[in-house]
Structures are given as structure tokens and as C-alpha cells.
């Protein structure tokens, strides 16, 4: 394909010399070959980008990092622009930073924790921001900062035509928030600007317990802790295996806690059970790496999402059984509760199923495709059993690649209207449209 001689990033090519490189994934299950990733510096590459995307008649999907576990950002016969070498992080004033459309979460972190300001960010430091953002983001500050979305006040984005704007709610408030939530899909993002929160004290880090000498008493309080929690406090229980042992790890944040709130938790650390206790004060960038295992990067993955009613003894004991048939020592399996500001947004937001409460979250990690099957039906069968349990809100959707429209009855209009008002040909792949496989 020919770029304008003005294009300064690089372009790799099926068939190419380091294509197989280009077009991997975090997740590799997700196995596309795109017609080129072409690897954008500046907003003037992305324009260029789009143009040569248009001359040969192909759409476009855009990346971040790579890290959607769903693939929305790449596709078979597309241009990928990727934009993961546009990583600059810029303090404004006030509590304003903006963010190139490649940047991390780490680096974002770094740059703001270190002038005492913070942003609602994923769980893992290498997910992008541009991604996560636009598909809500979840995050340890949700309780008392609500999503990443919700603290996003504006966007330097490139158009499907390639005229650069900038959107906010006093320009275009139904394009604004779109991108608030639900924004997959509708331009590219060159730079995202956030509303920081001023950094207070920080308790976090894990407990783990035993699962051969749980109690239903810990169960219990984990439960109404779960059902009532503290404003300052994000919970995710979770069944994982460490030192080749399966646990329930208890994660938790707490923004600014009382010392009620603490004692709360120190309830819970008090049970015999509990093997390990690495709860203490923390920087905002050791919290937000807390979960990182670089070792997951690259195995196949699949990922089971769903809203759940309501939180009881029942569902942990049944996640304990299902949890030890586990067919790989990567599989996980998370437990999170949503409650204060994420329930009341700061700011007008497209983000569905706002009164959703609590979420399950099974993910399958393995090496070999031979053990596909086996992993798989290890997903299935949770489904099937917590199926009693299970909310029909369509699941957190950077979760997962396809979606019907019953969880989106409010919003998906709105967003379809957008889409046809700034991509009207359909140029962007991954789009928020029902019962579509991305």
C-alpha cells in the first residue's frame, strides 16, 4: 500500500518481514491477519493512515496497547493503526492531564500520582487508556471517583473524513458521551483529556485464605462486607492459584479510610484461614500494578463476564467447587461489587447497567491450543452454574466481543445515531452495534 511520503511511523505489511509480530495480540486466541498495522506518531500519521485506508477501499480497527482480551482492535483484511508509539503524558493545570492515545496505564499513573493526583485506571498497569476508557473502566478507585470514563472532560480525535476535532460536552454532548462508555468505534482518539482527583492515603493489598480451612463464618462476612461496604472500599475476591495452590485472594483498595473502615477489614484478616496478609498503606502505583503478571501476556484466553443479582454464601462455595476442576493453573476467577460514585456518575455518561452491583468474572488462560476444548468447557459449565444467580443486564462490555441490544435500550440508539452522523460509511470496525461478532 503507498503512504504519503510525509508518514513517519512505520508500516508493516502482510507477508512482511515482522508482521507475525505486528498483528499479536495479549490474547493470542485472537488470531487475525490484517491487510497492515501501520504504526502512527502524530495526528498528521493518523490522518494519513485513514486516507490510504480509504484509497484502497479497506476499513479500519484501532489499537491501543493490544490488550483487549476481546480483539476489538484488529480484525482480518483492515489497516490497524496503532497507536501505542503516542504515549506522552501532559499535566495542564488544575488537576487536568492530557493523554496521548497509546499511553498505559502505568505510565499515566506515574505521571499524575507523582503531583498527587489520580485517575480511575484498570486493575493491570500495561491495559491502554484510549481502550478502556471508552468501553468504561473499571477500576480501584471506582467507589469514590466512579469509572475511568466518568472523569474523561474531553478528546482530540481524527475523524472517519480525517478532520481533527476536539469533542467535549460544550460542543457536541451526545458524541461526548458516547465516548463516555460507549465509544468503540467512532473515530480515532489522538489525545484524551481527564479531570484528576486529588490522591489521599491509600490501604491496599491481598489476603489470602486457605480454601482447605475457609469457614462459613469468613464467608459470611465476606459476604455482607460485599453486600455493605464501606464508600472508601473496592473489593474483588477472587480464586486463583499461588505457589501451585489453589486460594480465594481478597483484593482490596481503600481511598481515605476511616478507622472504621479498616477494622472492617481487619475483621476479616483475623480469620485462620487467612495465610497471608499484605494489606498496608501503598503508593497509587504499586496499588495499580498489584495484579500485573507480565507471564499471562501472549497465552489464549477466553473470558466469561456476567452481572450477578445479589452476593451470598451459596455462590462463593459454588465457585470453590467449580474453581478446583480448573483444566490450568492461569484460570481465574473474580468477584467485584460496584457502589457509590460509580451509581451516580460525575459527569453525563452512555455507560449501561449503572445499577448492576455486582459482577463474575471467569477467565481461562492456557498455552497450547490442544487444550482449547478443555477450557472452554471449563467456562461453559461455570454459566451453567451460576446461571441461577446471574443478572440478564448485558456484562461490562470491554469484557466482551459480542453483546445483544437488552442491556442497551437506553444508550444504543444514541449511539447509532452517532456512528451514522460521523462514520457514516462505515469506515471504523468494532462498533457497538447487537448481535455482531468482533
Known amino acids: 500500500m503507498r503512504l504519503s511520503t510525509s508518514f513517519s511511523g512505520r508500516i508493516i505489511e502482510r507477508g512482511k518481514p515482522g508482521f507475525d509480530e505486528a498483528r499479536g495480540m495479549f490474547n493470542s486466541s485472537i488470531d487475525c491477519y490484517p491487510t497492515a498495522v501501520l504504526y502512527c506518531r502524530s495526528e498528521t500519521d493518523v490522518q494519513l493512515a485513514l486516507q490510504a485506508a480509504r484509497n484502497i477501499g479497506r476499513q479500519v480497527a484501532v489499537r491501543s496497547t493490544g490488550h483487549s482480551v476481546s480483539g476489538r482492535s484488529i480484525a482480518d483484511d483492515v489497516i490497524v493503526i496503532d497507536l501505542s508509539e503516542m504515549r506522552d503524558v501532559i499535566p495542564l493545570n488544575d488537576g487536568i492531564f492530557a493523554c496521548q492515545g497509546g499511553t498505559t496505564w502505568a505510565k499515566f499513573d506515574a505521571a499524575t500520582s507523582r503531583r498527587g493526583w489520580a485517575v480511575t485506571g484498570g486493575t493491570v498497569s500495561s491495559t491502554g487508556v484510549g481502550g478502556l476508557t471508552l468501553g468504561g473502566g473499571i477500576g480501584w478507585l471506582l467507589p469514590s471517583a466512579g469509572l475511568a470514563c466518568d472523569s474523561l472532560i474531553g478528546a482530540c480525535v481524527v475523524m472517519a473524513d480525517g478532520e481533527k476535532r476536539y469533542v467535549s460536552d460544550a460542543d457536541d454532548p451526545e458524541f461526548m458521551r458516547c465516548l463516555r462508555g460507549l465509544g468503540h468505534g467512532l473515530a480515532v482518539l489522538t489525545q484524551l483529556h481527564f479531570a484528576a482527583r486529588p490522591l489521599l492515603a491509600l490501604v491496599a493489598g491481598s489476603l489470602t485464605v486457605d480454601l482447605n480451612r475457609l469457614s462459613d463464618m469468613l464467608v459470611d462476612q465476606l459476604c455482607r462486607l460485599m453486600t455493605n461496604p ?4 473496592m473489593l474483588s475476591p477472587s480464586f486463583i492459584y499461588r505457589e501451585s495452590r489453589p486460594v480465594m485472594s481478597i483484593d482490596l483498595a481503600m481511598h481515605d479510610p476511616s478507622p472504621s473502615d479498616l477494622d472492617q477489614v481487619n475483621q476479616l484478616a483475623r480469620h485462620r484461614a487467612v495465610l497471608k496478609n499484605t494489606v498496608g498503606t ?3 502505583e504499586l496499588l495499580q500494578s498489584m495484579l500485573d503478571n507480565p507471564a499471562r501476556a501472549g497465552l489464549r484466553a477466553r473470558w466469561i463476564p456476567r452481572y450477578l443479582n445479589f452476593i451470598e454464601p451459596g455462590i462463593i462455595l459454588q465457585l470453590i467447587e467449580i474453581f478446583r476442576d480448573a483444566p ?23 455507560f449501561p447497567s449503572r445499577d448492576a452491583r ?3 468474572l471467569a477467565i481461562a488462560n492456557w498455552s497450547n491450543a490442544a487444550d482449547d476444548s478443555a477450557n472452554h468447557q471449563w ?15 448485558e456484562p461490562y462490555l470491554n469484557y466482551v466481543s459480542r453483546f445483544s441490544s437488552r442491556g442497551l435500550q437506553d444508550w444504543l440508539p ?14 471504523f470496525v468494532n462498533a457497538l452495534s447487537p448481535n455482531v461478532e468482533n
Open 230 to 233: 464501606p464508600q472508601s472500599l
Open 358 to 360: 455486582f459482577s463474575l
Open 282 to 284: 501503598r503508593s497509587y
Open 379 to 393: 467456562l461453559l459449565e461455570i454459566d451453567r452454574k451460576i446461571n441461577r444467580w446471574a443478572s440478564p443486564r
Open 328 to 350: 490450568s493453573r492461569e484460570n481465574i476467577i473474580f468477584l467485584e461489587h460496584y457502589h457509590g460514585v460509580y451509581g451516580a456518575p460525575l459527569r453525563p455518561s452512555a
Open 414 to 427: 444514541t449511539h447509532l445515531n452517532v456512528k451514522r452522523r460521523v462514520d457514516p460509511d462505515g469506515l
